[in-house]
Each structure stands twice: as C-alpha cells, then as structure tokens.
C-alpha cells in the first residue's frame, strides 16, 4: 500500500483528496505545514508527497529545498498560479510533477500512479541522496552506509542534516542532545569530534564545519 503525505492547508482541497486516495487504497496522511511535513518524512516512509506551493508557514519550493538535502522522496506540487507553475518547471531541486488549481481528485491520483510508476521502475536512480535519516530505526544514513552512532550523536546529526547550512550554536546543539551526560558545551565538541571521526571513512568528514565563535553546521554539496 503506497503511503502518500498531502501538504495542503486548504481543508476543502485537501480532504476529496484523501478520500479519493484512501478508496485507491494508498496509506494517506495530512499535513497542513511546511514543518511538519519535514518533521513527518523524517518519522515515517512515505512513497511520495503532494505538496502545496502556498502554505502558511514555509512555502512548497523551501519544503522541497529542504527535503532535497537528504531525500529523492518524489514530489508532486499543487499549485493556484501560472508564476509558480513556471517556477516549478524552471526547479533544478528536482519536483516530479505539478497539478494546477482547481484540479479533480481523480486526475490527482493519475498523476501519483504515473509518478510511482516512474520512480519504482528505476530503482537507485542517479540522485541518489548522500542522507537519510531512518527515523524509526534511529540512524543516519551517509552514501547508503548507515553509521553507528551514540544517541547524542545521533541527535546532534539529525539535527545538522535537515537545516543544512545552517549554524547551531552549541548551546542549541546540547538543547537537542536532551541528555544528562551532556551538561557542558564542550561534550558537544566531543561529540561532533566522534561524528567526523566516524564519517572519515565514508570522505564525509570535512561536510561538519566549525565556525569558529558561532557553532557548527553541515555543508550541502
Ligand atoms: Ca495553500
């Protein structure tokens, strides 16, 4: 049963879309914010995503610019305007598809099975993500080799690979750690020490970069 995630903070939108999803007998689950989809990829697998260009918080291209850091996860937009369809077919970030407002759910669901098609029928494609977070089984993936990591280091990683280019402090870093073995800034030192000792191997070392006086951050290739 393919699992689909609708990003739509239109009620009226998003709902015939579910139902119809559902009778096709896909796994669907609904999400009205940028964040949250981010947040729900990351804690379960999805199949696909239909993802709204106008939403409340971010909007659909920093979704998919996010999403794109550490996962092929295929997208299909749903767009109200001629301005954001050209964008969508100007993307390089890779959306799969748009359907333009208003749209029939039926039509909808072609398009998700088209999509599906497409993207089973060439598996290990060559965007091949360098992460992915497997949330369920607590790990971090790195060129398809899942590191071992400590529960802080996987916390602190998780973190850097969904925000990539942005800085943490290491106050935030230790905040994200939650743990009590972990009461002064500096064990988050050790910590990302650990971490690019074990992404060494794998040539990964040098994405973790410290800025100096500010905090850390994961460079996006
Ligand atoms: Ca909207």
Same mark, same amino acid.
């Given at each position: ?64 610019? *996010?999403?794109?850091? &550490?996962?092929? =996860?295929?997208? $299909?937009?749903?767009?109200?305007? /001629? ?5 969508? %077919? ?59 990591? *400590?529960?802080?280091? &996987?916390?602190? =990683?998780?973190? $850097?690979?969904?925000?990539?280019? /942005? ?5 935030? %870093? ?48």
């Amino acid at each position: 049963m393919p699992a689909v995630l609708i990003v739509e903070d239109e009620p009226r939108l998003a709902e015939p879309l579910m139902f119809a999803l559902e009778r096709e007998h896909f796994a669907v689950t609904h999400v009205t914010l940028g964040e949250d989809a981010l947040d729900a990829v990351n804690t379960q697998p999805f199949d696909l995503m239909v993802l709204d260009v106008g939403l409340p918080d971010l909007s659909g291209f920093e979704v998919l610019k *996010t999403l794109r850091q &550490y996962s092929a =996860l295929p997208v $299909l937009f749903l767009t109200a305007r /001629q301005d954001e369809v050209d964008r969508i %077919l100007g993307l390089e970030l890779g959306g799969d598809d748009y359907v333009t407002k208003p749209f029939s759910p039926r039509e909808v669901v072609a398009r998700i099975r088209a999509i599906l098609k497409r993207t089973v029928a060439k598996p290990g494609a060559d965007s091949e993500p360098l992460w992915h977070v497997d949330a369920s089984g607590c790990q971090v993936l790195f060129r398809q080799a899942p590191l071992s990591l *400590t529960r802080s280091e &996987y916390r602190i =990683l998780t973190a $850097l690979v969904q925000r990539p280019g /942005q800085v943490f402090s290491r106050a935030q %870093l230790l905040d994200i750690c939650d743990s009590d073995e972990d009461s002064f800034e500096r064990s988050v030192d050790t910590h990302i020490k650990t971490l690019r000792a074990k992404l060494r191997p794998l040539n990964g070392e040098h994405l973790i970069v410290t800025r100096r006086g500010l905090g850390y951050l994961l460079d996006s290739p």
